[in-house]
Structures are given as C-alpha cells and as structure tokens.
C-alpha cells in the first residue's frame, strides 16, 4: 500500500517546525521534504532519490538545473543533521495512526504500523491489519481450498463446484493416483533390488557342479568373464556354435579368461567342465551382466 516511499515526505506532516521548512530541506523536483536524499556533485543541488531516478529514466543525462553530465554523490551532513531533528507523523494518520516519529525512524514503522492498509486479493478493497484477515474469511471473491480433497474454487462458486458427490470423487480420484505412483516405485525398487543381487536363494534347485545358481538364469555363478565385450557375446550364444567356433573356444583357450568369484563360490569344477563338446550347453550363467572387463 501506499507509503513514504512511494509519494514523498510533504511538508504538513512535520510536526516539530514553527515556521516554513527551509528550502535546502527540500526536493528541487517534487518541491516536498527531501526524502533519503542525494545530491548533484557540481552544483550541490539535493533531491530525493526516487525523483531523480524517475527523472533520469527520461532519457535525461543532465542535472534538473542543467549540469551536464549528472554526477551523484551522497547527502551533505549540512542537509541530513537538519532532516535528522525533524518528527513526522505517520502517513497512515487519516486511518486512526496517532504516532509522532523522528525523520530516520519513519521509513521502519510504515512497514509494521497496525493502520498500514492491506488489499484483499479478491475483491482488491483496503483494510486495516486488524479487519484483513476476517475479510479475506469472508470474501466471496477469495478462493476457498478444500482440506479434504483440495479442490480450489472462489467462495462464492463452492454450492456448485464443491458439491459433497464432487468432494468424495475427487479424494477418490487423488487415492487411486497416488496408490498408482506408490505401485510404481515399489516395483522399480524391487527390480533395482533383482539386479543387485546376483545370487538365487537357497531355495532354488542346485546346479550340478555344486555352485550358486543366478537369480535370473538358475546357473552357476560361480565364475565369471574377463574377456571382452565382443568374445562375451560370441561365448552367450555357444547354442548356435559350429566345430569353428568349438575349434575356437579350445584353440584360443577362451575359457582361460573366466575366474572364480572369491565371494564364498562352490563350484567344484572348472570352467570348461560347464561346456560339453557336444550340444555346446552351459551349466554357466551367460546372462549379460556376468562379465567384469
């Protein structure tokens, strides 16, 4: 709301001044008391620090008495001791303000003074801090917030856009969602929980070599590929292989580049044994993970 600030420091507030203010105490602008002041350097000209900003957003690069350009500097102590021995009555005086204030003290009381007026976000009426918050209570123009579902309607609309049948289905509505968004990340949890861990619970079947099974493929994971990406591959697909590739795996001595865990494993065999020479099937686990470069 309107403040000192905003309109200036006019002269019949001043409380404590028998006769005219002197003219170095006010704006060469607004012609009113000079409030937080500034002055020219070159010709010691003072104005309010609003007027000359608003004057120099004009377009205008000179002082208001001509100097060219405009250099600022701060108030001169001739013009703030004087400023600082004037009392000044509250500009909120007309709504009931009866508070006498040195000129520096102004400024902080205007922010907390109980007469400041205050706008009611519907309807855009003033009222003193003490009748705000039962108006805006009232205000057909406020929105309403439901605290059971949340619905968020003007006052005046709730008997028609807040009927109980709307409430209940909106609360219904907001349940399902949030059990649908609960659902989500209780199954993306559990699928980060799966692929962390590797190894099956005891209750599956064993392997026949004796070591832990996956918990994705049921085979022993025991052992796991050092090779590269490509070989790894090549080794996961062993189903389709040919007397090639067969010639490949012994030749190259591939299985050479799968180790043992050395986490508590209990295979007892060697990672050759888990390929027959026949069908190329494996008793080790292929999944793609299984593979530490």
Known sequence: MTSTNDVGLESDRVQNQSGTISE??????????????????????????ACIQKWLSNANSTCPLGCNPYSERTCSKFVNTPLSRLQVACIYESNGCREILPYEAVEKHETQC??????????????????????????????????DCKIVCKRRD???????????????????????????????ELKKLREKQQFATPSYERVPCG??????????????????????QWIRYC???????YNRWHGDRVYDRFKRRTDGGTCHTAATAGFTANHGVTTVCLCENNIIA
């Not at 060469?28 to 620090?49: D, G, Y």
């Not at 856009?161 to 199954?187: A, D, G, N, P």
């Open 158 to 188: 709730v008997s028609q856009s807040h009927t109980e049948m709307i409430c209940v289905r909106e609360q219904f509505r907001q349940y399902r969602c949030q059990s649908e968004e609960t659902i989500k990340q209780l199954r993306e």
């Open 24 to 49: 170095d105490l006010c704006c060469s602008i607004c012609q009113n008391i000079l409030w937080k002041p500034v002055a020219c350097r070159t010709c010691e000209t003072h104005f309010c620090s």
């Open 211 to 232: 070591g832990r099974p996956c918990i994705k493929c049921s085979k022993c994971r025991d052992w796991y590929f050092t090779g590269n990406a490509e070989t790894w």
């Open 114 to 147: 109980e007469y400041r007026l205050h706008q009611c976000p519907g309807c855009r009426s003033s009222f003193s801090k003490n009748e705000i918050e039962t108006h805006i209570s009232h205000c057909e123009l406020n929105d309403f917030t439901c605290a």
């Open 239 to 245: 189903e389709n292989w040919t007397k090639e590739d």
